[in-house]
């Protein structure tokens, strides 16, 4: 289905079949495709960016705050449960309200946010600005597809979204290294302070290069009781799997609020048949194409968050590295997907997103397979091998599956369809830790007590124990103050141990879903709709 696309007041009128014409009488940059790519890319690296640097700040957060172990979970989960819960409403405010608007509004917030939390003296005020962040963020995101579907035609599309996508995974992988520095020569509050010059930067590019897009027949209301059911299910699924690790997967807390996200999802499913403008209309999902690219998405980000989650412990608990070392270690995955991204855009342009899909996912499931054979004395190149695999598995799919779902989706859709893609990923990613976290909890469990006493060690109350596995988990040894040399040196042999074993166990069920992600890869096609709000002239 095409659609035509009614532009603003930047002095652009609709060239044919919809296109926006090729000159503004401003000089040419408004709207120029490439220079829209930059903007939104500015902006959307800080979502990434915080995505992952504010790790390495927590303990000095927790420190200068006095903030208890739960507090500092917060700080993470907050950011993660606002942003999956409202993407995709904030993909539909910018397919109602324009993409230039949603985006511009997100950066500002997005900024406003990090600098109110830098400027905070409680935990408190920390964790309600990282909520606020979330939702700014969500904001901005889908924004950001939306805007680039709208700008590139289709034959440059995959272009884009592969240094879109290069973007993402350079900032989310170059987190820690940044974060590490920052926190160690300067404060905690810089990790926050640096998006308010970058924000600042993205909304003045915003403003003078972004041009709205808005499709005819885009949606004219708002389903509000669409909205309140996908929300609260969305929250109630990533609560449950944020909190399972904590409750346990056999709770009944667990499962209950597994049981309600069913539900609330049954509803909201049923409420879209019967509203005039759903918030997601329900045929969306008749596309194989793009129904097969969400769960694509879902499965990558349980393979890659998932496992991931537990090569930063192994580097830094096991090997002894400090984050910022560990960080560098993690240079082949990152360099690889910067390189990795553009060229997998050019190729799924020329041969279509299947077979590089396929061969993305297949490339992760090995790279996965090789980390579960990491051990204690595993060297720096054999580390890198694998990560520099595993950057050349992921940047295909994270093009290519972002095309499927933004291109089989009409244009009045866009942002809707970038929340899909983006709350894919939160989901899986959340998904991904929970499960992959119970591996190896299960794992640990299981083998710490018959490893313990081989070793010899004094045996262990039942309290003692459950403490000593939960740092096992992690890759600590549970070494008590004042434990002499030779005892502390077999415990610390036996928590690495253990945890490598937990951890290969781990990254083998995250190669099983990269393979099942494979198959789930050859239903995939080129977006049909990908023409649809493709801009001409700049390219």
């Not at 077979?355 to 054979?373: E, H, K, N, R, V």
């Not at 992600?517 to 239903?523: D, K, N």
Request: glycine fraction near 14%; aromatic fraction near 8%.
């Amino acid at each position: 289905m095409t659609s035509q696309t009614t532009i603003d007041k930047a002095g652009q009128g609709d060239g044919p079949s919809g296109a926006p014409s090729e000159a503004t009488p401003g000089g040419g940059l408004r709207g120029h495709p490439w220079f829209t790519l930059f903007t939104v890319a500015v902006g959307v690296m800080m979502v990434a960016l915080d995505g992952t640097i504010v790790a390495i700040a927590n303990p000095a957060i927790a420190s200068d705050l006095g903030a208890t172990l739960a507090d500092v979970q917060w700080i993470t989960n907050a950011y993660f449960l606002a942003l999956a819960v409202s993407l995709i409403t904030a993909g539909k405010l910018g397919d109602r309200f324009g993409h230039r608007q949603t985006f511009l509004i997100g950066v500002v917030g997005f900024a406003a946010a990090s600098g109110a939390i830098g400027l905070s003296d409680s935990i408190t005020m920390v964790i309600v600005f990282r909520v606020l962040q979330g939702l700014f963020g969500a904001l901005l995101m889908p924004a950001a597809l939306g805007l680039l579907r709208a700008t590139f035609p289709a034959e440059k599309l995959n272009m884009a979204i592969g240094i879109w996508g290069m973007v993402i995974g350079a900032s989310t992988a170059g987190g820690p290294i940044l974060g590490g520095v920052l926190v160690e020569h300067v404060n905690w509050q810089s990790v926050f302070f640096i998006n308010v010059p970058v924000g600042v930067v993205a909304v003045a590019l915003g403003a003078w290069i972004l041009l709205d897009h808005r499709a005819e027949n885009a949606p004219r209301s708002f389903d509000i009781p669409g909205i309140v059911l996908l929300s609260g299910a969305m929250f109630c699924l990533v609560w449950a799997l944020i909190k399972a690790p904590e409750w346990g997967w056999g709770d009944g807390r667990t499962w209950g609020f597994i049981a309600a996200s069913v539900v609330g999802f049954v509803a909201f499913a049923f409420w879209e048949t019967r509203v005039k403008e759903p918030l997601i209309p329900l045929a969306l999902f008749r596309s194989v194409p793009l129904s097969a690219g969400v769960v694509l998405m879902v499965l990558m980000a349980i393979a890659f968050m998932g496992g991931l989650f537990f090569v930063t412990f192994y580097l830094q608990n096991v090997h002894g590295l400090s984050p910022v070392d560990a960080g560098l270690h993690l240079l082949p995955l990152t360099g690889m997907m910067i390189v990795g991204s553009p060229l997998a855009g050019v190729m799924i342009t020329k041969v279509g997103p299947r077979i590089p899909l396929a061969g993305g996912m297949a490339c992760t499931a090995l790279a996965m397979y090789g980390i579960s054979t990491l051990e204690k004395s595993t060297g720096s190149l054999a580390m890198s091998v694998w990560f520099a695999l595993l950057g050349l598995g992921l940047a295909p799919v994270m093009v290519g599956a972002t095309e499927v779902i933004v291109g089989n989706a009409p244009l009045e859709l866009s942002g809707v369809a970038g929340g899909l893609q983006q709350s894919a990923m939160q989901v899986g990613g959340s998904l991904g830790t929970a499960v992959l976290g119970a591996v190896m909890a299960s794992k640990v469990d299981g083998d710490l007590p018959g490893n313990w006493d081989k070793a010899g060690l004094p045996p262990l109350d039942p309290e003692q124990a459950g403490a000593a596995s939960q740092a096992v988990q992690v890759g600590v040894p549970p070494v008590a103050e004042g434990t002499p040399e030779a005892i502390a040196a077999k415990i610390t042999d036996v928590a690495h141990d253990t945890f490598i074993s937990g951890m290969s166990l781990a990254s083998l069920v995250a190669a099983g879903v990269a393979a099942v992600a494979v198959v789930v890869a050859l239903f995939t096609k080129r977006g049909e709709n990908a023409e649809a709000g493709a801009g001409v002239g700049h390219i």
